[in-house]
């Protein structure tokens, strides 16, 4: 798969360097600062209200940053937020698709109002679709009849075909049934092998756990802990559990 942007290897996917986001008087964000390289699934996770939601918000520009600055693939978003916009593939919860148009229909549709009016390219379409793991008997059919897992797979694929090369997902599991989470999972392995960045806001402590190779704790608007996968046993799952309820403030 082409990467856009694929100049600058040095340059981490995602910066976020010591943001700080107010909502009138309140600040959202206190100093927030990650990395995300090239390649990397990072799983942010938080409890509500930390400001996870304002995190995916700030790396597409939608809010204006007291303080810090943020760079996707190296491009400042303040200064250039179009040009970062182009890098990033966001698939929110629910997914905004075309219900009455099929996953193709849907597909060439989007690729051919963010293209240049040309007919978008079938193979590629198709290639995306195979590549999400949607069964080719769905392509036809219209999202109207589809899981959520199914049109989420739908959304990803548009961002492949794109050749977008960072996916910002939010809670992309809430709501998938055990059988859909895992093989949603195998689907973000399969990206990483071919250098798609993935960020992902979850709850789905578990599923984080699986398949992430960074965990970051978001709480009062800065990461309070971050973890790496560590090799084949990757993260000690209890230990993190405990971690996970502690950065939780008491109701
Ligand atoms: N547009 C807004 N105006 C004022 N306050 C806001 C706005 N958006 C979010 N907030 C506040 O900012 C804080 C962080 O919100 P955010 O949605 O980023 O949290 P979150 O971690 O995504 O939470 P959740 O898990 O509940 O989705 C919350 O206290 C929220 O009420």
Redesign the pocket.
Known sequence: MTNILDTGVNTSALEVSDVTVR??S?A?LQGLSLRVRRGEIYALL??????????INALLGFVPLASGRVRVCGIDVAADVLAARAALAYVPENVALYEHLSALENLEYFLRLAGNGGAPDRAAIEAALTTVGLASEAWPRRLAGYSKGMRQKVAIALALARAVPVLLLDEPTTGLDPQATSEFNRMLQDLRSQGVTVFM?T?DLLGAAEVADRIGF?DAGRIVQELAADGPGRFDVKALYARYAGTRRAA
């Open positions: 909502y009138k309140a959202v938080g409890g509500n209200g930390a400001g996870k939601s304002t995190t806001v709850h978001l």
